[in-house]
C-alpha cells in the first residue's frame, strides 16, 4: 500500500483518530486521489516509514541525543532555560512547533534529522 505525507490535519481516520501534519501514512491509492486532490496529503518520498499514528515531531526528535538536541535548539533560537535532561528538552523542542502548520512541521523534522546526521 502506497505511502503518504500529511499536509493538514486528518480527523476520523482509524486505528489512531487524527493524523498530523508530517506524519506518512499508509492508505489505498483510491482512497488518497481525493486528498491528493485537496492538498491534504502528497506522496510520500521514496524511503519514507510509516509513522503509525505517532506524533511526527515526537518521532524525529527521539533518536536523537541531548548534544543534538541542544543543537537543534540553538538552531530553532529556543532558549532551554534549565533544562538538560533529553526528555525536558524534547517536550521544549516539540511545544515550539505548530502542529496545524504544515510548513513549520516539515521544516522542523528536517532540521531534526540534520542534526541526527550531526
Do not use: H, W
Amino acid at each position: 500500500m502506497p505511502l503518504y505525507v500529511v499536509l493538514t490535519r486528518l480527523l476520523g481516520r482509524e486505528p489512531n483518530g487524527e493524523d498530523l501534519p508530517g506524519s506518512v501514512i499508509e492508505l489505498d491509492e483510491d482512497d488518497a486521489l481525493e486528498l491528493v486532490a485537496l492538498g491534504a496529503l502528497e506522496p510520500a518520498p521514496e524511503g519514507a516509514v510509516a509513522t503509525d499514528g505517532s506524533d511526527p515531531i515526537d518521532a524525529a526528535l527521539a533518536p536523537l541525543t541531548v548534544k543534538q538536541l541542544k543543537a537543534l535548539a540553538a538552531e530553532a533560537q529556543l532558549d532551554l532555560g534549565t533544562a538538560s535532561k533529553k526528555p525536558d528538552i524534547q517536550q521544549l523542542l516539540a511545544d515550539s512547533v505548530d502542529r496545524d502548520d504544515a510548513d513549520q512541521v516539515a521544516a522542523f523534522i528536517v532540521m531534526a534529522e540534520t542534526a541526527k546526521a550531526s
